[in-house]
């Protein structure tokens, strides 16, 4: 909603959260949602309300304000090329998103063209990446819907994730029929519930390890504890957690695991060679033959330079040569050509370089993770009266530089705040920083605010002053 009228003469806008600065929005991550149009759903939905947002500015426009009081940031004094930025900015955005998108190949060009033309306009040039080299997989992996299971020479398997009561009845069915020994381990290549929701029965069943990367390992044995879309309620304990680059023998072959926060930060992958073969790479759900899969922005794709896809970039490039990619989403292997490989990098740096326009952080990433912020363990479920320490868990930038953002709208801290089932309870809480910080040290109490429940945005003060 905003507000247009005339105060001495001259027409003022009121605007909220629709525009900032010279053209600028406050986060992205806000605007994911479905596109019923195209038949996408709220998770595949990559600035769903992007569209909305351009027809509301359009509206704006047409008013002819001489300035604008957004609801943060400056006033803005030129209202219609502030405006006319933000639209460019965005459909810059979206044009870039399309052209490396994974939903290519899941949607078709088709569905494509629809989500590009609400944002872009009717008949607007629609870029989308032509598929790379997909082809069949080889023999020594048996293949089953979002599972794949490596076999040894021995007849010994190993298990990639197991997303579902189906997956584990075949990898029981394969085992029972004998075309496979046994199940010596189980490899999770990230915390999506289509990949994790039966792991822990699969590890029980076979008795045999899980294994994930020391990143998100505390994600599989504790799903409560994070707030991501699609985590399961049923929790591994006992991971084992392989440190990056870590390798293990297992019968001829050599693992090698590998941390991968493409499609989502807590993500795997697993390179695996065996003798006379072409290596393979299970990337998760990180690629597909047409780009990346980056769609749900609630998933936290990282800019930084050494995370997220650009991180991912850089162990594919490092790749032995002729490594296949498989996402199990996939029913082929595939890989990227080196000029393929460099459209997609050129293309995610510019997409770096239009968010660092169109957001008004010093850091690209606050406009884009949601979580940059947030209690630990999440989800908190307390008696009147009881008290509980809970931590605020902020995410360091992993190459180093960029600060704690402060948000210059407000005098001291906001933070996330996780679900409270109980109205007026108190929390004790502590301020910690993920390193050791020595001055972190204060517990204060704080009131539950407002209603409970799912809520994404909370103001507990944490006291003042930054780090
Ligand atoms: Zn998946």
């Not at 040039?125 to 992996?141: A, D, F, N, R, S």
Request: net charge positive; charged share 25%; proline share 6%.
């Amino acid at each position: 909603m905003s507000y247009v009228g005339t105060v001495e003469g001259r027409r003022v806008g009121f605007t909220g959260d629709l525009i900032m600065g010279d053209g600028k929005i406050f986060d992205l991550y806000s605007f994911q949602d479905a596109i019923p149009e195209a038949k996408v759903g709220g998770y595949h939905g990559y600035g769903g309300r992007l569209a909305d947002l351009i027809s509301s500015l359009q509206k704006l426009r047409a008013t002819n304000l001489d300035v604008i009081y957004p609801a943060r940031g400056p006033v803005i004094r030129k209202p219609n090329a502030a405006i006319d930025q933000l639209i460019a900015r965005v459909r810059a955005l979206y044009r870039n998103y399309l052209s490396t998108n994974a939903l290519h190949w899941y949607f078709k060009e088709e569905r494509m063209r629809i989500c590009g033309e609400r944002v872009l306009g009717k008949g607007a040039k629609i870029e989308l990446m032509p598929y790379c080299l997909h082809v069949k997989t080889p023999e020594w992996i048996i293949e089953f819907s979002t599972s794949r299971i490596i076999v040894a020479d021995n007849g010994h398997g190993f298990l990639l994730d197991c997303g579902g009561q189906r997956q584990l009845d075949f990898a029981k069915d394969v085992v029972a029929r004998g075309v496979v020994k046994k199940i010596d381990g189980i490899f999770l290549t990230h915390t999506h519930d289509d990949h994790s929701q039966m792991v822990k029965a699969a590890a029980e069943f076979f008795k045999c390890p899980v294994y994930a990367t020391a990143e998100y390992a505390d994600v599989v044995e504790n799903p409560g504890h994070y707030l991501m879309p699609g985590l399961t309620e049923h929790a591994v304990p006992r991971v084992k957690a392989m440190e990056d680059g870590a390798k293990m023998r297992w019968h001829e072959y050599e693992f090698t695991f590998r941390f991968f926060p493409g499609q989502m930060f807590y993500h795997g992958a697993l390179l695996v060679k065996r003798p006379k073969a072409k290596p393979v790479f299970f990337i998760g759900d990180s690629f597909a033959p047409s780009g990346i899969d980056d769609y749900c922005l609630l998933n936290r794709n990282l800019v930084h330079p050494d995370a997220g896809y650009k991180r991912c970039f850089k162990i594919i490039r490092a790749l032995p040569k002729d490594t296949w990619l498989i996402n199990q989403h996939v029913p082929h292997v595939f890989r990227f050509s080196d000029k393929e490989l460099t459209f997609l990098e050129t293309r995610y740096a510019e997409r770096t370089r239009i968010l660092r326009e169109l957001l008004p952080w010093d850091d690209p990433n606050y406009g884009i993770d949601e979580r940059w912020a947030t209690f630990y363990p999440y989800g908190t479920t307390l008696r009147p009266g009881e008290m509980r320490e809970v931590e605020v868990r902020t995410r360091q930038p992993l190459a180093g530089g960029a600060k704690i953002y402060r948000d210059p709208a407000r005098p001291s801290w906001f933070a996330d705040f996780g679900r409270c089932k109980i109205h007026h309870t108190r929390l004790a809480w502590r301020r910690r920083g993920e390193g050791e910080n020595p001055r972190a040290k204060k517990t204060r109490r704080v009131r539950h605010h407002r209603r409970c429940g799912f809520q994404r945005h909370a103001l507990p003060r944490l006291g003042g002053g930054g780090d």
